[in-house]
């Protein structure tokens, strides 16, 4: 099964094709050892999958829960800009099927309002700077994300190797 | 960055200017598919699969239960049905991260997805409440041919229009398209050996002094908008696999996704115009020059 | 004495507008879910609200949701009961007259299942929604939550 998007029919179990071809190697069976496992990896899957079933009204205005494709969104986000051991985020939902990823930490702040998939404005401030807050219109590429949540947790590192 | 692609329908034009006095559909211009001169082409290419299609935000007002509506838009050329799970969202994002495998899909109320099969069964159109695809495949005896990128793509535009046309009765509105993608499915067989060697076919690879027994590779490459900012990418996989019959063959699958520069249809086309340019460049790149020769290169 | 009617469209939805019988004096509360409440280190107790909470609907009307004090009152109603029923929530309010000196509107949009439902429309860009936060005050405080207004 092409295993980017299952769109290709050619070897999906799903319906008998016009001969049904199989790959050699079980991709499905390899175990990677050298990944570590991501401190915020199972708490936001937890958290997107809570936020897609909100009940209608949750708000206490009337606001339907979390869209899915906007949620599958955010969560390839985070895969884009987050490292193994990235602080986990706080994610809320908004009233319309959006949703806003924050991080807030001693050194400053970073909110991604994730209003659909591929519009995304970003936010960021730090603590103590003379620099207000920077904010992005951002699309598919969160490379600058990245660096907003490295100077974060830099700045939040720093004190502890000084003190070492 | 190769020239726009614009398509125009009269007779959709037509339908929209009597019936559709609400709609906030535009027309779409048309010119024949511009395929660049330096393109490179194909005879007898080892295609035995291509897939097009879009991703777009769940339609208003849009239930399952419609699903029979929106078949009937297709039935007369499409008139065999079948349900399946639904594709889940995929999307391309960059990052220093990111990474070609994504784990742990979100789980959500999902429409099911149909395939609306054609009377020769080569040619598919999958839908579910957030997707609309075109597959063109090798059935039977493998010797029905490609009708190649500028036939489907046409056919594509109609399919995507009459949906949207649909979708705007329900509440007037526009598809908004968050992603497209175009896939080419090749099975490179050797049908003169028992065995096919990976090298006689792959430039990318190569065994001076032993051949696997099997392999795997995959890789990406970014495609760029003209301003050098990353709109999709070009992901390649490759593998050895065997036929029901026992003969062995290489798999090699070439898949363009990312985002178009508007939400629009019109824009959806101009991407996976750009996204055949790049399959069809690497596809080239990556195979060898005999292979090529067996494939009745032409260009 | 009860609001008067708000402008409708063809549809007979209503349409953003600044509505005269809300003074500046009348308070404007805005019901916060626990779904609000985000982590932050540099706040006492931890916890604090999200600008989420102040975030206008990109769909329908496209305001964000309020309700209305001075009509619930005068419907001889415990305003903050009304807010915290059927569901427990959190709130906070604002004075009109603050909402709409930072150029918001204050609308009156009742709804089959809320009367005293109201609308604030305007920019929500993330300096005002900030500043929402800053100046929100607590109507129905919520235990551990850190609101700047209760700590000043």
Known sequence: MNRLSGISLTGTTSAPAQGVVQALRNRDARVLITDRPSVWRADVVDRLNYLCCLPVGWNGYGAGPVNFNTANFALRVLESVCSSDTPAPSIVPGPSGDLQIEWHLETGDIELHIRAPNDVHGWFETVGTEQSGQEAQLTIDFTEVAHWIKKLLESTRAPIKAAA | ?299 | ?152
């Not at chain 2, 639904?86 to 099911?112: K, R, V, Y």
């Not at chain 2, 099969?117 to 159109?125: A, H, K, L, N, V």
């Not at chain 2, 992603?179 to 099975?187: A, D, I």
């Not at chain 3, 308070?27 to 540099?42: A, C, M, Y």
């Open chain 3, 1 to 152: 004495m009860p609001l008067s009617k708000p402008p409708l469209d063809d549809t007979g939805e209503v349409t953003p507008h600044d509505h005269h019988d809300i003074s500046n004096e009348d308070r404007v509360i805005r019901r916060i879910s626990e779904e609000h409440f985000v982590l932050d280190t540099k706040v006492s107790g931890g916890k604090r609200i999200s600008t989420m909470a102040f975030q206008a609907s990109s769909d329908g009307n496209r305001g964000m949701s309020v309700d209305l004090e001075a009509s619930i009152i005068d419907a001889g109603l415990d305003a903050k009961i009304f807010v915290t029923t059927p569901k427990f929530f959190g709130s906070v309010w604002f004075l009109a007259g603050f909402l709409r000196a930072e150029t918001f509107m204050v609308g009156y949009d009742p709804l089959p299942d809320n009367a005293h439902h109201g609308e604030v429309w305007g920019i929500f860009s993330k300096g005002r929604q900030k500043k929402l936060l800053n100046s929100a005050q607590w109507f129905v405080e919520v235990d551990g939550v850190f609101l700047p207004s209760a700590a000043a």
């Open chain 2, 1 to 299: 960055m190769p020239a726009s692609v614009r398509f125009f329908d009269p007779d959709i034009e037509a339908s929209i200017g009597s019936g559709h006095k609400e709609s906030t559909i535009e027309p779409v211009q048309r010119a024949p598919v511009i395929r660049p001169p330096d393109l490179p082409e194909f005879g007898k290419p080892p295609l035995n699969e291509v897939v097009l299609g879009v991703q777009f935000d769940a339609p208003a007002g849009y239930q399952q239960i419609r699903a029979g509506e929106v078949w009937k838009l297709y039935s007369g050329d499409f008139p065999q049905v079948q349900e399946l799970p639904p594709l889940p969202p995929s999307f391309e994002t960059f990052g220093p991260q990111a990474s070609l495998f994504s784990f742990g899909p979100i789980n959500g109320p999902m429409h099911n997805r149909f395939w609306f099969t054609s009377t020769t069964g080569d040619e598919i159109i999958q839908f579910q409440n957030d997707r609309l695809l075109h597959n063109w495949r090798k059935v039977g005896d493998q010797s029905n041919e490609y009708p190649r990128f500028d036939t489907i793509v046409t056919k594509f535009l109609s399919e995507a229009r009459s949906l949207e046309e649909f979708f705007s009765s329900i509440t007037p509105q526009t598809l908004r398209i968050r992603q497209c993608e175009l896939s080419y499915v090749n099975h490179i067989k050797d049908c003169s050996i028992e065995k096919i060697k990976v090298s006689d076919w792959l430039k990318v690879l190569l065994f001076p002094s032993f051949e696997p027994d099997d392999f795997a590779l995959s890789f990406r490459k970014t495609i760029r908008s003209s301003d050098g900012g990353p709109i999709g990418r070009l992901t390649c996989e490759s593998s050895t696999a065997v036929e029901p019959s026992g003969r062995h063959f290489i798999s090699l699958t070439l898949t363009a996704r990312g985002v178009p520069e508007q939400q629009s249809i019109a824009s959806a086309l101009e991407f996976l115009a750009r996204g055949r340019d790049v399959i069809v460049n690497t596809f080239a790149e990556v195979t060898t020059d005999s292979a090529h020769r067996v494939w009745e290169r032409t260009a």
